[in-house]
């Protein structure tokens, strides 16, 4: 069963950075590929970044380029988001999912394997 839980989230002040955690459970990343999402009040779930774990291949949603980066750690069976730079905007809650088709073009499309894990909340705010 595929389960990965989200933490490394908190009150950042703008222009601030922050590490979020997304760690596999019952599984191995190798072959899959690992999406962060931000969901903020009242708004939809959007992808924010993706990257194939076998070859480390990122994509990045315009909003965040240049300020987030998303990197793997195999050994660990955990993905990362470093985000800088922070902005009000970007205050959400972030979650983490491995789509099927274990790419990721169209990776916020979904499907993605298993059900949305509680998230972790980044709230940006002086």
């Known amino acids: 069963q595929v389960q990965l839980v989200e933490s490394g989230g908190g009150l950042v002040q703008p222009g601030g950075s922050v590490r979020l955690s997304c760690a596999a459970s019952?599984?191995?990343?190798?072959?899959?590929?690992i999406a962060w999402f931000h969901q903020a009040p009242g708004k939809e779930r959007e992808g924010v970044s993706c990257?194939?774990?076998?070859?480390?291949?990122?994509y990045y949603a315009d909003s965040v380029k240049g300020r987030f980066t998303i990197y793997r750690d195999n050994a660990k069976n955990t993905v990362y988001l470093q985000m800088s730079s922070l902005k009000p905007e970007d205050t959400a809650v972030y979650y983490c999912?491995?789509?099927?088709?274990?790419?990721?073009?169209?990776?916020?499309?979904?499907?993605?394997?298993?059900?949305w894990g509680q998230g972790t909340q980044v709230t940006v705010s002086s």
């Open positions: 019952g599984f191995t990343l190798d072959y899959y590929a």
């Open positions: 990257i194939i774990m076998s070859d480390g291949k990122t």
């Open positions: 999912a491995a789509p099927t088709s274990g790419d990721c073009e169209d990776y916020d499309r979904g499907p993605w394997f298993g059900s």
